[in-house]
């Protein structure tokens, strides 16, 4: 028979287990913070704009339903939606500290059509990424990851909606794949938002995906071992999914993933295309609006064009707003 101690021992030695996993807990952007759902609270009560998600651990198969908005992922009753400005920068929160330094860091919208995104299935959605960070430097095997990034800014990560994406009820889907082991690990979380302002630039339909649908389990970035002798001198990672929204390219993700950061917006996590626009706007003197300012490990131009003011974001993202 099973004492009430050794059940409390049980229960507790599952604990660490969990906890080296977890997913997007928060999220922050303009000043205010928005708590994600718990996976280990009762779901009774809960009230969020995150869709709910019930395990920190990964899915581990890019063909389950779960990995459009994790398990399950469907609205509550008490489901939020916050309003965000394109062109805002968005931060998500993971675990302290987010234990997994190796794999990609992707950032994808769903437009919901309709006046919201509560009742609506995920999987039912066309996504659209716009943000993305693979292998930054060094080689597959023991170089610097969007994934180790994330971790170094506070296990967090900030993408900037895109001022060019249409208003609408959206929903944004922050995700890191570890690929310490294998199979990889998808942490995927959704949010509800109701994206303002004047974008008119649609995704292409060679940038929309479905997930599941958008990966394959065989995908080069996803059936990788990073321990492999080749792993050792190769220094490009092609990171999952379809191209970034608002690039030129009308390829397969596949051909349009490169072996560092890019993204459409600027972006603090960026390495060489961030870097570079950087130190144009260091020429100019200025930071157009919606550019980065600001923040740890940043080192570009710190003022903005006229009218706009360099606003914090997080510790380590301001942007002129
Ligand atoms: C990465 O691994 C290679 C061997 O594959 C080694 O020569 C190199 O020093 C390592 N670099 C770092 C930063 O650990
Ligand atoms: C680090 O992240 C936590 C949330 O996980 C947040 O409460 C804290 O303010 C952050 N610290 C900084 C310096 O941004
Ligand atoms: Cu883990």
């Known amino acids: 028979m099973l004492t009430f101690v050794t059940l409390l021992a049980a229960a507790s030695a599952t604990v660490p287990t969990a906890l080296a996993h977890g997913g997007v807990l928060s999220y922050s952007w303009s000043g205010q913070w928005y708590w994600g759902w718990q996976p280990y609270n009762s779901a009774t009560g809960q009230t969020t704009i995150q869709r709910p998600w019930s395990t920190y651990n990964p899915i581990q198969d890019a063909t389950l339903s779960t990995i459009a908005c994790n398990d399950d992922g469907t609205s509550p009753s008490l489901q939020q939606t916050a309003t965000v400005a394109a062109g805002t920068a968005i931060t998500a929160y993971w675990n302290q500290i987010w234990p997994h330094a190796q794999g990609p860091m992707l950032t994808y ?66 995700e890191t794949i570890a690929i310490h082991s294998t199979p990889a690990q998808f942490y995927p979380e959704c949010a509800q938002i109701s994206i303002t ?125």
């Open 109 to 174: 919208l769903a437009n919901c059509g309709g006046s919201t995104c509560s009742g609506v299935n995920a999987n039912s959605l066309k996504w659209f990424k716009i943000d993305q960070a693979g292998l930054l430097s060094g080689t597959v095997y023991n170089g610097t990851w969007g994934s180790g990034q994330m971790i170094n800014q506070n296990s967090s990560w900030t993408t900037t909606i895109p001022s060019t994406v249409p208003s609408g009820n959206y929903l944004i889907r922050f």
């Open 197 to 321: 302002g004047s974008g008119s630039l649609a995704p292409t339909s060679a940038q929309l995906v479905s997930f599941p649908g958008a990966y394959s389990n065989s995908d080069p970035g996803i059936d990788i071992d990073i321990y492999s002798t080749a792993a050792q001198t190769q220094t490009t990672y092609v990171i999952p999914g379809p191209p970034l929204y608002g690039s030129s390219s009308s390829g397969s993700g596949t051909t349009a993933s490169a072996s560092t950061s890019t993204s459409v917006a600027s972006h603090s996590s960026s390495s060489s295309t961030a870097a570079a626009s950087s130190s144009s706007a260091a020429a100019a003197g200025t930071v157009a609006q919606y550019g980065q300012c600001g923040g740890t490990g940043y080192t570009g131009a710190t003022s903005c064009i006229a009218p706009y003011t360099c606003t914090y974001s997080s510790a380590y993202y301001s942007q002129c707003l």
